[in-house]
């Protein structure tokens, strides 16, 4: 009979029967359960092991009987080698899989204290460690950046109270109203299940179809239809928390609040032509720009706002605060600045971070509080069922990056890769091991607690007659915009129902069009070639009132300088060399990057000899890869580049992109060859001396010249 040894005492580690088991739990402090663990090297001279940590004389071959012969089954390395490798992925997200993260903080520039108990509202100047993830909603891991689709902006802030995760997305409102609705959702966009395609797009037949038989998506659809779909970069969007939550104060009293991201480098987005192109490109478009721009010390910023009202304003709203197809407009409840994001560290592991990172809806600390917005409600089940799935063990907040950085104790134990495995011998409560042995114990002062919201009504499966309006605040988003922003809007629309098969779908769409805007829908009737139909029979009449709303144009919204931004500069050999300089200096003083693009990735020998090295051969610096484009040719360069396919592509499309365009007189022969010689506009400027280069960096403040696209686009004629 095997001796008891003692199992029901303390575990492996514990100091003794007498020692305080240690329940609180901090993971920086406590990696080496058990034994001190040593960090996965990859330096350089560090000696190859397997996974055992043994030695390993060759990676190069395996073990073989004779030269020629069979591997041996023995070869120990090189099982463990391929098994691994073997079992190297996990499931990809089931929505948002295509994403980016970075580390930094959030700051706190305006106390909350009389408002909300949420420790990291509650003093000025504190930072509060941040990591965010951005990511595209349909599109598969490895689909391409600038896919036309939501962008997500999930923040998990590390408080000193608890994880607090804003999982939200470029866009304040949702496509549905209810979870429930979510699977078919995501299954109408996502590739059809028979052919598996298309990819990472909405322009098809499923999407098209649920999108016109569930009216409550109109609002999201003018959202998606507009640039907001295609942001030139992560750090040019804003974020929305979309959902009405709770700020609680310390006496539980509650009031309802929306959260705001808004970017400092103001809202920035490519247009659709060049996005199709982007994507070929560089399919990394967006995490190479984040990545860029950190590693280069430019910390992408945004400021926190909050819409605060109460219950009096809830009640007396055109629309359901808990309806998360609706916005609240700024001008009715003012967006107020609290606070700043800086994201100012890269990952040095992507699975690590990016990949292995959870967010959960229901990740809330105290001071905040959920409302019954049955959107939220759904997610709250729906996020934390996906990590297990995704990353295959309860203990998915062991790993560092879902962490909490402040001190945790919990009864919680065992599971797949536990990785905290508090001692002590109790291991649940109540106990009465006393206070030195017994672990954590609840604290009604400090813990969490609900709001105490009384529910009304009877249990019904059912739609609230306060969430019927499905057309009046599509039309306030559309009568925001700037004509060109709705020219885009209808462009894409014609984009997307032309990709669509069924002409009863394309119909349909026109049918809830109407109620929307009457030269919306004509504008889509007509690119379409298609008679209206009849009006779709709408729930309840559309307020034909709401007044326009600046905050939703991107246009009266963007940047006032080039700053952030990157300019292409394409020159040849024998390119005047002062004015090269005199262009990448000023481009330097307005903060924003200068790209070098010659046809030869070793550079171009300039007019006083010097070689300026390229950071693009011309194949593969398209101008969809800029904001704005210089040319700076010699003569005999100009004449060389005019019989080249990709030089003539990168002005004639940088021209069609409304870009702002800088031109030596030189590079006449290369324009006339792309065919728009005879078409400049003031938005291409010559550049011939040093003020010329900077008066033309000065000008690229605006984010195009759209006066420019009238005239290179069919659909405006
Ligand atoms: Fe998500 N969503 N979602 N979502 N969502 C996920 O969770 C879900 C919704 C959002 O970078 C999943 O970890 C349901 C709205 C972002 O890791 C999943 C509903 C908003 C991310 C899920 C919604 C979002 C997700 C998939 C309808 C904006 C990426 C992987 C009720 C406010 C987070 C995962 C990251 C991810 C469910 C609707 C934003 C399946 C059921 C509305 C930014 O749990």
Request: overall charge negative.
């Amino acid at each position: 009979m095997a001796t008891h040894t003692g199992s029901n005492a303390v575990p492996t580690g514990n100091k003794g029967k007498d020692a305080a088991p240690d329940r609180t739990d901090s993971y920086q402090e406590k990696q080496g359960q058990g034994g001190e663990t040593h960090q996965s090297v990859r330096d350089d001279g560090a000696t190859l092991t397997t996974s055992q940590g043994v030695p390993v004389a060759d990676d190069q071959n395996s073990l073989k009987q004779g030269a020629r012969g069979p591997t041996l089954l023995e070869d120990f390395h090189f099982r463990e080698k391929i098994f691994h490798f073997d079992h190297e992925r996990i499931p990809e997200r089931v929505v948002h899989a295509r994403g980016y993260g970075a580390h930094g903080y959030f700051e706190l520039t305006e106390s909350l204290s009389d408002i909300t108990r949420a420790d990291i509202f509650q003093r000025v100047g504190e930072k509060t460690e941040a990591f965010v993830r951005f990511s595209t909603v349909a599109g598969s891991k490895g689909s391409p950046d600038v896919a036309r689709d939501v962008r997500g902006f999930a923040v998990k802030l590390y408080t000193k109270e608890g994880n607090w995760d804003i999982v939200g997305n470029n866009i304040p409102v949702f496509f549905i109203q209810d979870a429930i609705k979510f699977p078919d959702l995501i299954h109408a966009a996502k590739p059809a299940p028979d052919r598996g395609f298309p990819q990472a797009q909405t322009a098809h037949d499923n999407f098209w179809d649920f999108i016109s038989l569930s009216p409550e998506s109109m609002h999201m659809v003018m959202w998606i239809m507009s640039d907001r779909t295609i942001p030139r970069s992560f750090r040019m969007m804003e974020g929305f928390g979309v959902h009405t939550f709770r700020l609680v104060d310390a006496d539980g009293q509650s009031s309802y609040v929306k959260f705001h991201w808004k970017p400092k480098l103001g809202l920035q987005s490519v247009v659709w032509n060049e996005a199709v192109k982007l994507n070929g490109a560089d399919p990394d478009f967006h995490r190479r720009d984040l990545w860029d721009a950190i590693d280069a010390g430019d910390f992408p910023e945004w400021e926190l706002g909050v819409q605060i009202f109460d219950q009096d304003f809830a009640d007396n709203f055109d629309f359901d605060v808990l309806d998360a197809t609706k916005i609240i407009p700024e001008e009715l409840v003012p967006v107020r600045i609290v606070g700043r994001l800086v994201l100012d560290r890269l990952v040095d592991n992507f699975f690590a971070t990016t990949e292995q990172v959870a967010f959960c809806t229901q990740n809330i600390v105290p001071g905040i509080d959920f409302t019954n917005d049955p959107l939220l409600q759904g997610r709250n089940f729906s996020y934390l069922d996906t990590q297990l799935k995704r990353l295959g063990s309860p203990n998915f907040t062991h790993l560092p990056v879902n962490a909490p950085r402040c001190p945790f104790a919990h009864f919680q134990q065992d599971g797949h890769m536990a990785m905290h495995n508090p001692a002590g011998r109790a291991n649940y409560e109540p106990n009465s091991w006393g206070p030195a042995q017994g672990g954590p114990r609840e604290d009604p002062a400090r813990g969490f607690t609900s709001v105490a919201a009384r529910p009304d009504g009877d249990k019904l499966r059912i739609r609230p007659e306060s969430f019927a309006d499905h057309y009046s605040q599509a039309r306030q988003f559309y009568v925001s915009q700037t004509s060109i922003e709705q020219k885009h809007i209808g462009d894409a629309l014609v984009f997307e129902l032309s990709k669509v098969e069924r002409p009863d779908i394309r119909s349909r769409m026109l049918s809830h069009l109407m109620h929307i805007d009457d030269a919306l829908a004509n504008t889509v009737a007509n690119g379409l070639g298609l008679s209206l139909p009849e009006k779709a029979k709408a729930a309840v009449a559309p307020k034909t009132d709401l007044p326009p709303s600046d905050a939703l144009s991107i246009v009266k919204n963007g940047p006032q300088t080039f700053a952030g931004r990157k300019l292409g500069l394409l020159v040849s050999d024998g390119a005047d060399a002062g004015l090269v300089k005199a262009l990448m200096d000023a481009v330097k003083a307005a903060d924003a990057l200068c790209e070098v693009i010659a046809p030869k990735i070793g550079g171009a020998t300039l007019s006083d000899g010097t070689l300026l090295p390229a950071q693009q051969k011309i194949d593969g610096g398209p101008s969809v890869l800029y904001d704005a484009v210089a040319v700076i040719l010699s003569d005999e360069g100009a004449t060389l580049l005019s019989k080249d396919a990709p030089s003539k592509d990168f002005v004639a499309d940088a021209f069609a992109h409304c870009k702002f365009m800088g031109l030596s007189p030189q590079t006449r022969p290369l324009l006339v060859k792309a065919g728009i010689a005879e078409d400049l506009d003031d938005g291409c400027m010559g550049l011939e001396s040093a003020d010329d280069a900077k008066a033309f960096v000065a000008a690229l403040g605006p984010l195009r010249f759209w006066d420019r696209e009238a005239k290179v686009d069919l659909d405006a004629m």
